[in-house]
């Protein structure tokens, strides 16, 4: 079975600080990656999604990828009271015969401490 | 607007009586997926759909069943619902290998 592994937290950072979330997968041939955010009661939204081993910016969020490592993680720059949420990992997983199966971690609870 | 609609937002049965949650995209995406959420288990994949006439089981498939009749819509049946599928679920589509669009979510509770 395909996994995605997250700690569930919750992981706790001050305003302004570093917000860094971290996430495993058990499928070395996975090509696809993607981080959201979810609000409580809300559904998930994409943060960023990320193909190719290295780093991708987008405004304060940094996903970075390593497919020999089989991780992925999240960087959250100057993080917000708004930016708490759970961070939801996901992962792309190929069924052979065109088919694909994204699996999302169990997801990691952020606060943002003012 | 693009989206992706999902009824009923709420939901309250009984067990054994069969019940049906329309899922429908405007978006021609040929991925669906229905998930279910409870807390400390994160999202669980019931079933995907590639296109029409295509439907695969997830992680979670028991209890439920599925069609794609249509591209635009993937309703989500449970037959014989019991107190353990009382849950949060998902709609969700998307064009290969892009990002999830997601439904509002249905709450469900079965008494």
């Known amino acids: 079975q395909k996994e995605v592994e997250q700690n569930s937290g919750p992981l706790s950072v001050p305003e302004g600080a570093i917000a860094s979330l971290n996430c495993t997968y058990s499928?070395?041939?996975?090509?696809?990656f993607f981080w959201y955010r979810q609000y409580s009661g809300k559904s998930p939204e994409l943060i960023m999604s990320?193909?190719?081993?290295g780093d991708k910016e987008d405004g304060r969020f940094t996903a970075q990828l390593n497919k020999a490592s089989q991780y992925v993680s999240l960087l959250i720059r100057d993080s917000q009271p708004s930016d708490s949420a759970t961070y939801l990992c996901?992962?792309?997983?190929?069924?052979?015969?065109?088919?694909?199966?994204?699996?999302f971690g169990k997801g990691t609870k952020l606060s943002v401490i003012p | 607007e693009a989206q992706v609609t999902q009824n009923p937002r709420y939901l309250i049965t009984v067990t054994g009586k069969k019940l049906t949650v329309t899922c429908s995209q405007n978006?021609?995406?040929?991925?669906m997926s229905w998930y279910r959420q409870d807390p400390g288990l994160g999202l669980r994949q019931i079933y995907y759909?590639?296109?029409?006439?295509?439907?695969d089981k997830g992680d979670v498939p028991e209890g439920y069943k599925v069609s794609r009749k249509e591209k635009r819509n993937f309703p989500l049946i449970l037959e014989s619902p019991s107190p353990n599928q009382t849950s949060l679920y998902f709609c969700?589509?998307?064009?290969?290998?892009?990002?999830?669009?997601f439904g509002s979510g249905t709450q469900l509770s079965v008494l």
């Open positions: 996901a992962v792309m997983f190929y069924s052979g015969a065109g088919s694909y199966q994204l699996t």
């Open positions: 969700a589509s998307s064009s290969y290998n892009e990002k999830l669009f």
């Open positions: 759909s590639m296109n029409v006439e295509v439907t």
């Open positions: 990320i193909y190719s081993n």
């Open positions: 499928d070395r041939v996975s090509q696809s």
């Open positions: 978006m021609n995406h040929e991925y």
